[in-house]
């Protein structure tokens, strides 16, 4: 040995330096029977029954594996001998303490202790962990957390979960503010979060997922400012106050899912100005406020799936210019407006599935215009027909995903702008296969496209369950018109307030499928609308039937004024008429002496 070393042992306590002559004096030992060495530094003991430990345990020992056996204590002399030991892993066991492992205990860094009896953290049971990094205590007893459970240690990551915590004490882990990084509170039974709860200026990532926690209320979690993120699902969590989140100023990741929030606003988004990813669905959102994202224009992300909207304003997303993904699947949209998607100029990815967005999509023009980086778009929305413009400005996107939708029409060159298109999904049995089908085959052939489409015909009869791809070019005729053809548009109109007036839509169709009338007033479908609807035959090489409906509209006032269209449906189809505005004006009466000159005052 040489002199420095020799120098350094003699500076070592008297039972350390007996432990470490053992080490380097022992010769390599053997593996114990019935435990297994995969490696120099494991040795794995687990799932052999034991009630004592095994005999004798070789010193080169870094790891000890003892899962899944039946020990309930362990001699403090029982381990002296290893002074390379760092981890070891007592879980499915019967301790009913966190146990002393002896003269050892100083160096352990990775103490693992879950699934066992433990009910209580004593004062002075963590004590002799002076190096302990990792402590894993889940899936056990304990219901109290204390200011005297947790002395002052080098703790990083510290996993409580599943164990019966009812409530929180502060101060609880002040004594571990200069190490902690991670903290799991999952599945206990905590209520609520006091104020200065967590004083932690190094702890990253927090979570408390499956608790009881209803309500946050402003400044909780003041004294995390280096947290990154932050779960708190599956709480049953209604109310977010002003300020919830206010101090986590750093703070990446939030996922509040499976929750009972009901609403965005700016006020519990406030400080968060770092927050690049959102998640909250399985929630009841309903409403998201105009200046909701005022405070974190940072998002990259946002989950908004299976909760209750039914309506994207086009104030929804203003200020995320960042963002590259928006999930909206399996809410209740029925409504988008013009602009709802203008300023995502980031926006890579967007979900749309499972919504009632059939007639925004089959009749607006440039629902997605400003979405010039979009590169996949999921649709599952029952739509029935795609005009040309249906995906107008998205010339970037390479993934459209139009399944679950029965698909009857798709208009000629649908699809030509989008020279970088990869993948386009499309299945459907509903197929109006006439002469204005004609180009689909031929040009999803042309794209390489076939592989992803299942598309057969529904119409006419005698190419009913017939592949697109497996008819002829002379199969596509137009001898008839199933789906209805707009033939009488509403008129714009103006009104002086208190009349009663009406709007005159009409259609035709050679099919006697059953005809279905709705009226809308600027996109949005009118459910009290007062209608009178009739149908007649007419001749046109063959008999035809034309559908008239009738929008009455009584005592008009200005909440009236607006754009109305009558959308004209059978089994084939919806037709849109084009948009008819209502103008509303007050007729005034000016009197001097017995003069009365009438006077028409416009309503601006």
């Not at 403090?76 to 290893?82: D, F, K, Q, V, Y």
């Not at 981890?87 to 160096?107: D, M």
């Not at 779960?231 to 929750?259: C, K, P, T, V």
Request: hydrophobic share 40%; aromatic share 6%.
């Amino acid at each position: 040995m040489g002199t420095f070393a020799h120098s350094l042992l003699l500076l070592l306590p008297l039972p350390l330096l007996l432990r470490c002559s053992l080490c380097v004096a022992r010769p390599a030992e053997e593996c114990p029977a019935a435990c297994r060495c995969p490696d120099e530094q494991l040795l794995d003991c687990s799932r052999l029954k034991l009630s004592r430990l095994p005999e004798p345990l070789p010193s080169w020992i870094v790891q000890l594996d003892l899962n899944h056996n039946r020990l309930s204590s362990i001699k403090p002399n029982a381990l002296s001998h290893l002074c390379k030991l760092r981890e070891i892993k007592l879980n499915n066991n019967e301790f009913e303490a966190i146990p002393n492992l002896g003269p050892v205990s100083t160096n352990i860094t990775f103490l693992s202790l879950t699934s066992n009896k433990i009910s209580d953290i004593l004062p002075g049971h963590l004590k002799p962990f002076h190096s302990l990094e990792t402590l894993d205590l889940s899936n056990n007893n304990i219901s109290v957390l204390n200011m005297e459970s947790f002395p002052p240690l080098v703790l990083k990551h510290l996993h409580i979960n599943n164990n019966r915590i009812i409530s929180l004490e502060p101060g609880t882990f002040d004594n571990l503010s200069n190490t902690l990084q991670v903290l799991r509170l999952n599945r206990n039974r905590i209520s609520a979060i006091p104020q200065k709860m967590f004083k932690l200026p190094h702890l990253q990532h927090l979570e408390m997922n499956r608790n009881k926690i209803r309500k946050i209320d402003g400044l909780t979690f003041q004294g995390l400012p280096s947290l990154k993120s932050l779960r708190i699902q599956r709480n049953g969590l209604a109310r977010l106050m002003d300020g919830a989140f206010w101090g986590l100023s750093n703070m990446e990741i939030l996922q509040l899912d499976h929750n009972n929030l009901t609403e965005i606003t700016k006020g519990w988004l406030y400080g968060l100005l770092m927050l690049q990813q959102l998640h909250l669905s399985q929630n009841s959102i309903s409403r998201i406020s105009p200046d909701a994202w005022e405070f974190c224009q940072k998002l990259s992300e946002l989950d908004l799936t299976y909760n209750n909207l039914a309506r994207l304003e086009d104030s929804s997303f203003v200020g995320l210019s960042l963002l590259v993904r928006l999930s909206i699947g399996n809410n209740k949209v029925s409504y988008i407006a013009d602009c709802a998607f203008r300023g995502l100029s980031s926006l890579q990815t967007l979900d749309l599935k499972n919504n009632e967005i059939s007639w925004t999509i089959e009749d607006m023009n440039g629902a997605f215009s400003g979405l010039d980086k979009l590169r996949w778009l999921l649709q599952g929305n029952r739509i029935r027909s795609i005009t040309k413009k249906a995906f107008s400005g998205l010339d970037a996107l390479e993934h459209l995903d139009l399944s679950n939708n029965a698909i009857m029409s798709v208009q000629g060159n649908t699809f030509s702008q989008m020279k970088k298109l990869k993948e386009l999904y499309l299945n459907t049995s509903s197929l109006l296969c006439d002469c204005q089908l004609k180009w689909l085959p031929e040009w999803l052939v042309d794209n390489n496209f076939e592989t992803f489409v299942n598309a057969t015909c529904a119409h006419p009869q005698i190419l009913k369950g017939r592949s697109v791809f497996a008819v002829s070019l002379d199969g596509f005729v137009c001898d008839d018109f199933p789906k209805p053809q707009i033939t009488v548009q509403p008129e714009t109109q103006s009104a002086i307030k208190g009349s009663n007036l009406s709007f005159i839509c009409s259609a035709a169709s050679s099919s006697d499928s059953p005809m279905t009338f709705a009226w809308k007033k600027d996109n949005e479908l009118l459910h009290d609308a007062e209608m009178e609807n009739y149908a007649h035959l007419r001749a046109q090489g063959g008999e035809v039937m034309e559908y008239t409906t009738i929008l009455r509209l009584r005592h008009v006032d200005f909440s009236n004024e607006g754009k109305y269209q009558c959308v004209i449906s059978n089994h084939f189809g919806s037709s849109y008429s084009v948009k008819a505005k209502l103008t509303v004006n007050i007729l005034g009466c000016l009197c001097i002496s017995e003069c009365c000159t009438e006077a028409l005052e416009i309503h601006a």
